[in-house]
C-alpha cells in the first residue's frame, strides 16, 4: 500500500512539473486559453503551478485576471507576492505595484529591488531613491539598479559618488558608469573606468565602442574593435553604425562584408547608410539579399526612395509590401504620406491615412500637419480643410500647410481669411507663414495687399524679411506686370539676391516679354546655377518668341559644353491605384495606346468644332507651321488628360500632375476641354494648381 502510495505522489509530481512547464510555453506564446485550460485539467495544483499562470497572465497583459487568480490561491509564499509585484511593473502600474509592496506580510530584497526598478522604469528616480535608501538589505543587484536611475535621469556626478560608495561593484555595474559617462560626454572617465576593470564582457566592450561612436570618436572605436577578444552580433552592428552614421560608407561597406553575421539591424543600417550617400541600387540589393526584415526595413528602404525623389518605387515596394502582409510603421507612413503628395496619388493617399486612423497615429499634430499637406498637393482642397478643422489646438505648422495650400490653388481670398484668423487667436505667425499669404497675394494678384502683408512683417511680428519673402513681393510685381518696380526691389534688397530671387524676375519676363530684363536675370542664374537647364531654356524660348535663332544656337551650344540637358515635360494621372505616365509624344508604350490616340482625336474634334485654333507661338522650335500644331497636339498633360476621360468615372474630377509649367495652348485647351465634355479638371504643374470647370480656370488665366 506504502508502495503504491509513493508510485501515485511520483506520478503526481511528474504531471505537475509538465504542466506548469505546458503553462509557462502557452503562456510565452500568447496562448493563455490553453495555459488556462492545462491549469483547470491539473488533478494538483502546486503553488508553482498558481505563480505560473499568473505570470502568464501578465505576460499576456491580463492584470485584472492574474489578480483574481492571485485573490483565490489559497497558499501564497513570497514568490507568490514578488511575482504580483514584477508583473504590476512590466504592465506599467508601478502605484499598483507599491500598493501590493506595502501589504506584503514579509518582504526580501527580491521586493525591495523589484520596486526600485519598477520607479526607475517609469522615470520616478526621486521615489526610487528614497525607498532604496529605506531598504533593510542591498545586493549588488539593488545598487546597480538605482545606479542606472541616477545615469538615466542624467544625473552622472551624482552617480559617480553613489557608485564610489558601492561596496561591491560587478561588471554590470562598471558597464552602467561607462555608458552614463559617455551619454554626458565625459570619454577620459569612461575609459578611466574600462581601463581599471578587473574583468570586462563584451558588453563592456560593446559599450565602449558605442560610446566612442556616439560621441564622433568612430577611428578610437576602431582600434578598441580590432583588439576585442570576442566579438558578437551587437558588437559587430555598433561598429558599423558609426561609420554609416557619419557617412564613411566605403568602410562601413567593407566591415559589412566580413560580419559573420548580418542582423537585421545591420543590413538596416546599411539601407540607410547607403540611402544617404546616393547609392541606391546598392541599399536595394542589400534589402533583396536580406532573408528576414522587419518593419523597419520596409521603412527605411521606403525612406531611401524618397529621399531620392524615386517616388514611383517607393509606392511598388509600398504595394509589395501590403502584399506579403507587413503592416507599415509609423516613419514608413509618414514617407508614404510625402510621395503621396508629391506623385499626387490621391487614392494611395487616402489608403495611408485610413491606416494611420486605424492607429490613431491621426491625433498628432505632426500627422494632421503631413496630411493637409498631402490633400493640398493630391488637389483635395475639401478634405485637407477637414483635417485642420478637425484639430482644436492647431500648431503654427498646421496654420501654415493650410494657407500654403490655399495660396497654391489661387485662392487668395481663402488664404488671407485663414491668416487674420490665425492672427485674431493670437497665434503668432512665423517667416513660413509669410511666403505662404505672401504667395497667396501673388497667385491672386493682390499686389495692395501684399506691399501691406510685407510692410507688417518687420514692423509688427518683427520678422526679417528674408530672400524667400522678397522672391515673393518680384513675383507678386512681376505678375501684375510691374517687372521694372520689381528689378529696382531686388536692387534696393539688404541681402543678396539668390537664384530664386532672379528666378521670380525671369518669370516675369517671360510673362510679359521683357527680353532685356530676362537677359539681365538669366546671366545672374546661370551664374549662380550653372547646370540648371531651365534658366538657358526660358531665355532660349524668348529669344524663339522674337525669331532669334542665332541667340538660340548660342544658348544650346553653351549647354552643349557644359553637358547641361533640359528635363523632358511629362504627366502623370493615378487611376485605380495605378500611376500612369506620359510624356511628349510619346503613347505607344503604354498598353492602351490606341484608345488613347481615338480620345485624342475625339477631344480634337470637339476642341475645333466649338472655335479652338492652336497657338503655334508656344512651339518654339524652327520649323514650319504644320509641325508646330501637330506638336502641340501631343503635350504630355494632354495625353494624360485623355486617358483621364477614357477611365475616370463621369462625375469625379480628372487630376493630373505635370513636372513643367504648362503652356499657353494647352492652358486654353484644357479650359475649352472642360466646357465642352463637362468634366472638372485639376492640373497641378511646377507653379500651381489649375482647376478647370466650364470653360473657366481658377488660376484666372494669371500663372
Known sequence: MRVRFILYRRYCTSVAIFSNYQISRYARLGQIENARKVFDEMPERT??????MIAG??????????????????????????????????????????????????????????????????????????????????????????????????????????????????????????????????????REIFDEMPRRNVVTWTTMISGYVQNQRVDVARKLFEVMPEKNEVS??????????????????????????????????????YGH???????????????????????????VYERKGLEMEALELFTLMQREGVKPNFPSLISLLSVCGSLATLDHGTQIHAQLVRNQFDLDVYVASVLITMYVKCGNLVKAKQVFDRFGEKDVVMWNSIITGYAQHGLGDEALEVFQKMCSLGIPPDDIT??????????????????????????????????????????????????????????????????????????????????????VAAKKLIQLEPHNAGHYVLLSNMYASKGRWHEVAD???????????????????????????FTWGETTGHPEHVMIMRMLERLGVLLREAGYCPDSSFVLHDVDEEEKVQSLGYHSEKLAIAYGHLKVPQGMPIRVMKNLRVCGDCHSAIKLIAKVTGREIIVRDAN???????????CRDYW
Open 47 to 52: 503553488t508553482v503551478s498558481w505563480n505560473s
Open 277 to 303: 550617400n546616393g547609392e541606391v541600387e546598392e541599399a536595394r540589393q542589400v534589402f533583396d539579399n536580406m532573408r528576414e526584415k522587419d518593419d523597419q526595413t520596409w521603412s527605411a528602404m521606403i525612406k
Open 434 to 519: 509669410f511666403i505662404g499669404v505672401l504667395s497667396a497675394c501673388s497667385y491672386s494678384g493682390k499686389v495692395e495687399q501684399g506691399h501691406e502683408i510685407f510692410e507688417t512683417m518687420k514692423s509688427k511680428y518683427q520678422i526679417e524679411p528674408g530672400t524667400a519673402h522678397y522672391a515673393c513681393m518680384v513675383d507678386l510685381l512681376g505678375r501684375a506686370g510691374q517687372v521694372e518696380e520689381a528689378m529696382d526691389l531686388i536692387e534696393k534688397m539688404p541681402v543678396e539676391a539668390d537664384a530664386i530671387v532672379w528666378g521670380a524676375l525671369l518669370g516675369a519676363c517671360r510673362t510679359h516679354m521683357k527680353l532685356d530684363l530676362a537677359e
Open 57 to 190: 497572465y501578465f505576460q499576456n497583459n491580463q492584470p485584472g485576471e492574474a489578480r483574481k487568480m492571485f485573490e483565490r490561491m489559497q497558499l501564497r509564499n513570497l514568490v507568490s507576492w514578488n511575482g504580483l509585484i514584477s508583473g504590476y511593473i512590466k504592465n506599467g502600474m508601478v502605484s499598483e505595484a507599491r500598493k501590493v509592496f506595502d501589504s506584503m506580510p514579509e518582504r526580501n530584497v527580491v521586493s525591495w529591488t523589484s520596486m526600485v526598478r519598477g520607479y526607475v522604469q517609469e522615470g520616478k528616480i526621486s521615489e526610487a531613491e528614497s525607498l532604496f535608501w529605506q531598504m533593510p538589505g542591498k545586493n549588488v543587484v539593488s545598487w546597480t539598479v538605482m545606479l542606472g536611475g541616477l545615469i538615466q535621469d542624467g544625473r552622472v556626478d551624482e552617480a559617480r559618488r553613489f557608485y564610489d560608495l558601492m561596496p561591491e561593484k560587478d561588471v554590470v555595474a562598471r558597464t552602467n558608469m561607462i555608458g552614463g559617462y559617455f551619454q554626458a560626454g565625459h570619454l577620459a572617465e569612461a
Open 688 to 698: 500651381r494648381f489649375h482647376h478647370f470647370k466650364d470653360g473657366l480656370c481658377s
Open 236 to 273: 559587430w552592428t555598433a561598429m558599423l553604425m558609426g561609420y554609416t552614421q557619419c557617412g564613411r560608407i566605403t568602410e562601413a561597406s567593407e566591415l559589412f562584408r566580413a560580419m559573420p553575421v548580418k542582423s537585421v539591424v545591420a543590413c538596416n543600417a546599411m539601407i540607410l547608410g
Open 555 to 581: 544658348l544650346r551650344k553653351m549647354m552643349g559644353a557644359r553637358s547641361i540637358t533640359k528635363s523632358p515635360g511629362c504627366s502623370w494621372i493615378e487611376v485605380e491605384h495605378k500611376v500612369h505616365m
